[in-house]
């Protein structure tokens, strides 16, 4: 079992930056793919970003081409959601998943096909 924990949200304002950090333990997470999908109050968990297991491919939300960035370290077991040019609407609560039932396989953009997650981490952007 692979335990997640997702870093680095907090309160922006508008049009501003922030990283977000997914550091798992407990299994290396070289061989899965990996997603962070974002979920508001009353709304279903969507799809933010996802990559494959060496970082060859990636998958962005159509809100969030252009904007964001996701990316790996294997050798740091971490994963990172790199958001710039924040909106309003892009306040939830985002969430880290690993796809450890395929190993070396490709990334999804289904939340089902992903079978760890973390405990998530709060964005707020507001003025």
């Known amino acids: 079992q692979v335990q997640l924990v997702e870093s680095g949200g907090g309160l922006v304002q508008p049009g501003g930056s922030l990283r977000l950090s997914c550091a798992a333990s407990g299994r290396t997470i070289g061989r899965y793919s990996m997603g962070w999908f974002r979920q508001a109050p009353g709304t279903a968990r969507d799809i933010v970003a996802a990559?494959?297991?060496?970082?060859?491919?990636?998958y962005y939300g159509d809100a969030m081409k252009g904007r964001f960035t996701i990316a790996r370290s294997n050798a740091k077991n971490t994963v990172y959601l790199q958001m710039n040019s924040l909106k309003p609407e892009d306040t939830a609560v985002y969430y880290c998943a690993a796809r450890t039932r395929l190993e070396y396989g490709f990334w999804s953009e289904q939340s089902r096909e992903y079978d760890s997650w973390g405990q998530g981490t709060q964005v707020t952007v507001s003025s």
């Open positions: 990559i494959n297991w060496d970082g060859s491919s990636t």
